[in-house]
């Protein structure tokens, strides 16, 4: 029996003598009897106001307990319920709280791992967006706002707000009719083509289901595919003009033309040379293959000036033949920490293009300087000059900016820049082009400087 039911069975006992002992007072005329009746009318009353207290407070536990439990149900925040030691409730109460302790652990645990979540969802390099059977946008993550090119507000909101592209409307409406999961690559033609794959999922769950749509950027992969069909499409066809013209008089002289010292002498020559071009191409496509796997000399404290210097010793004839001044205005105390080798490549590649697209008495100028954490050189001609069109595509292999190689005056294996790309993204820098058709070209390559 808890303690409210006691109250009441003892005030009650109490009244029904009180009540009694009136009686008798009253048909006895027995004043004993009167001032027990006056006194346990007296202790009634107390025990009657002490009964009301306790069905009061009682009540008040109850209505803080069916508070708590009501905001549980709502999976709303609820506060502790205070209660003191040898209540009724007290037990109710201890469980109510220990309630609502697992749900508040419940609730951060759920948080943390939500948020999680949500880091995980938006560093992946895939977009995801999940979709209502009402087709209402329930959840997207940041990577569908770049494939989409466009902000996904918080809202709710159609999925057709945010997504234009016909051909993913068609996919998304298809699997919303057929409810069957369905991929394809959908490629966007704009100054700046995409491809993207995307692959929309029916999931169903119980009663209700939605649509998962997700979709990756996969335009580099398509243009690594095509720059390595290129590559080896460009290499065969350099390749395969040395080893034609090699072969072709070869046989030739075997057929009997070294008997005219003449021809034998020319085409002597015309081999020597197309196995010049042969050994460059294929030391320039070993250099590429040794910059990708990260092979290196040993870094060294170079002096800038000195070393331009002599490169341009190197280089001193292929200029006197188109009467081009080399201009070294680097300081003479300027100097770095690299690798040797890379650094000849980069500069090697550099002056001799400069000089080779040069005019008749232009001029070739390499700066250098340092800024802070970083040092750069400068490389400029007074040349022909890049169209602006066709400066994106300067450093790819084999990119020449005349598109017919028959006609291509000038020698080189067309690796040249690509080599010095892929060096200067080897060594942490960054190397940018300035142009103007008629009046020159600027190559500048900035690196890292290190301390020694």
Known sequence: MNKLNKQILITGVIGTLAVISLIIAVFDSDSFFEYVSLILGVVWLLAMGQLLITNYQSHRVLRRIHHSVDKLVNDNDAIPILVRPGDDYKRLADSVNDLIDKKENQDEESNYQASETEKIMNVLPIGVMVIGENKDVIYSNSQMETILSKPIGEEKHLYTDDITNYELLTMIDSVFDKKETQKSEITEVADDPKTTEVQVMYNHINSSFHIIVIAYDITEVINIKQMQIDFLRNASHELKTPVTAISGFAKTLLDGAMEDHDDLAEFLTIIDKQSEQLTSLINDILTISHVQNHESSAVNLIDLASFIDAEFKTQQNQANKLNV???????????????????????????????????????????????????????????????????????????????????????????????????????????????????GTTFTVRLPYVKG
Do not use: H
């Open 325 to 439: 001044s080399l201009i070294n205005e680097i300081e003479p105390d300027l100097q770095v920490r690299m690798d040797n080798n890379s650094l000849q490549r980069i500069a090697r590649n550099l002056i001799s293009n400069a000089i080779k697209y040069n005019r008749q008495g232009g001029q070739v100028t390499v700066n250098a300087n340092r800024e802070g954490d970083i040092w750069y050189f400068k490389v400029a001609d007074t040349g022909t000059g890049i169209a602006q069109k066709e400066i994106g595509r300067i450093f790819e292999r084999f990119y020449r900016t005349d598109a017919s190689r028959n006609k291509q005056k000038i020698a080189g294996t067309g690796l040249g820049l690509s080599i010095v790309k892929e060096l200067v993204d080897s060594l942490s820098g960054k190397i940018t082009v300035e142009s103007q058709r008629g009046v």
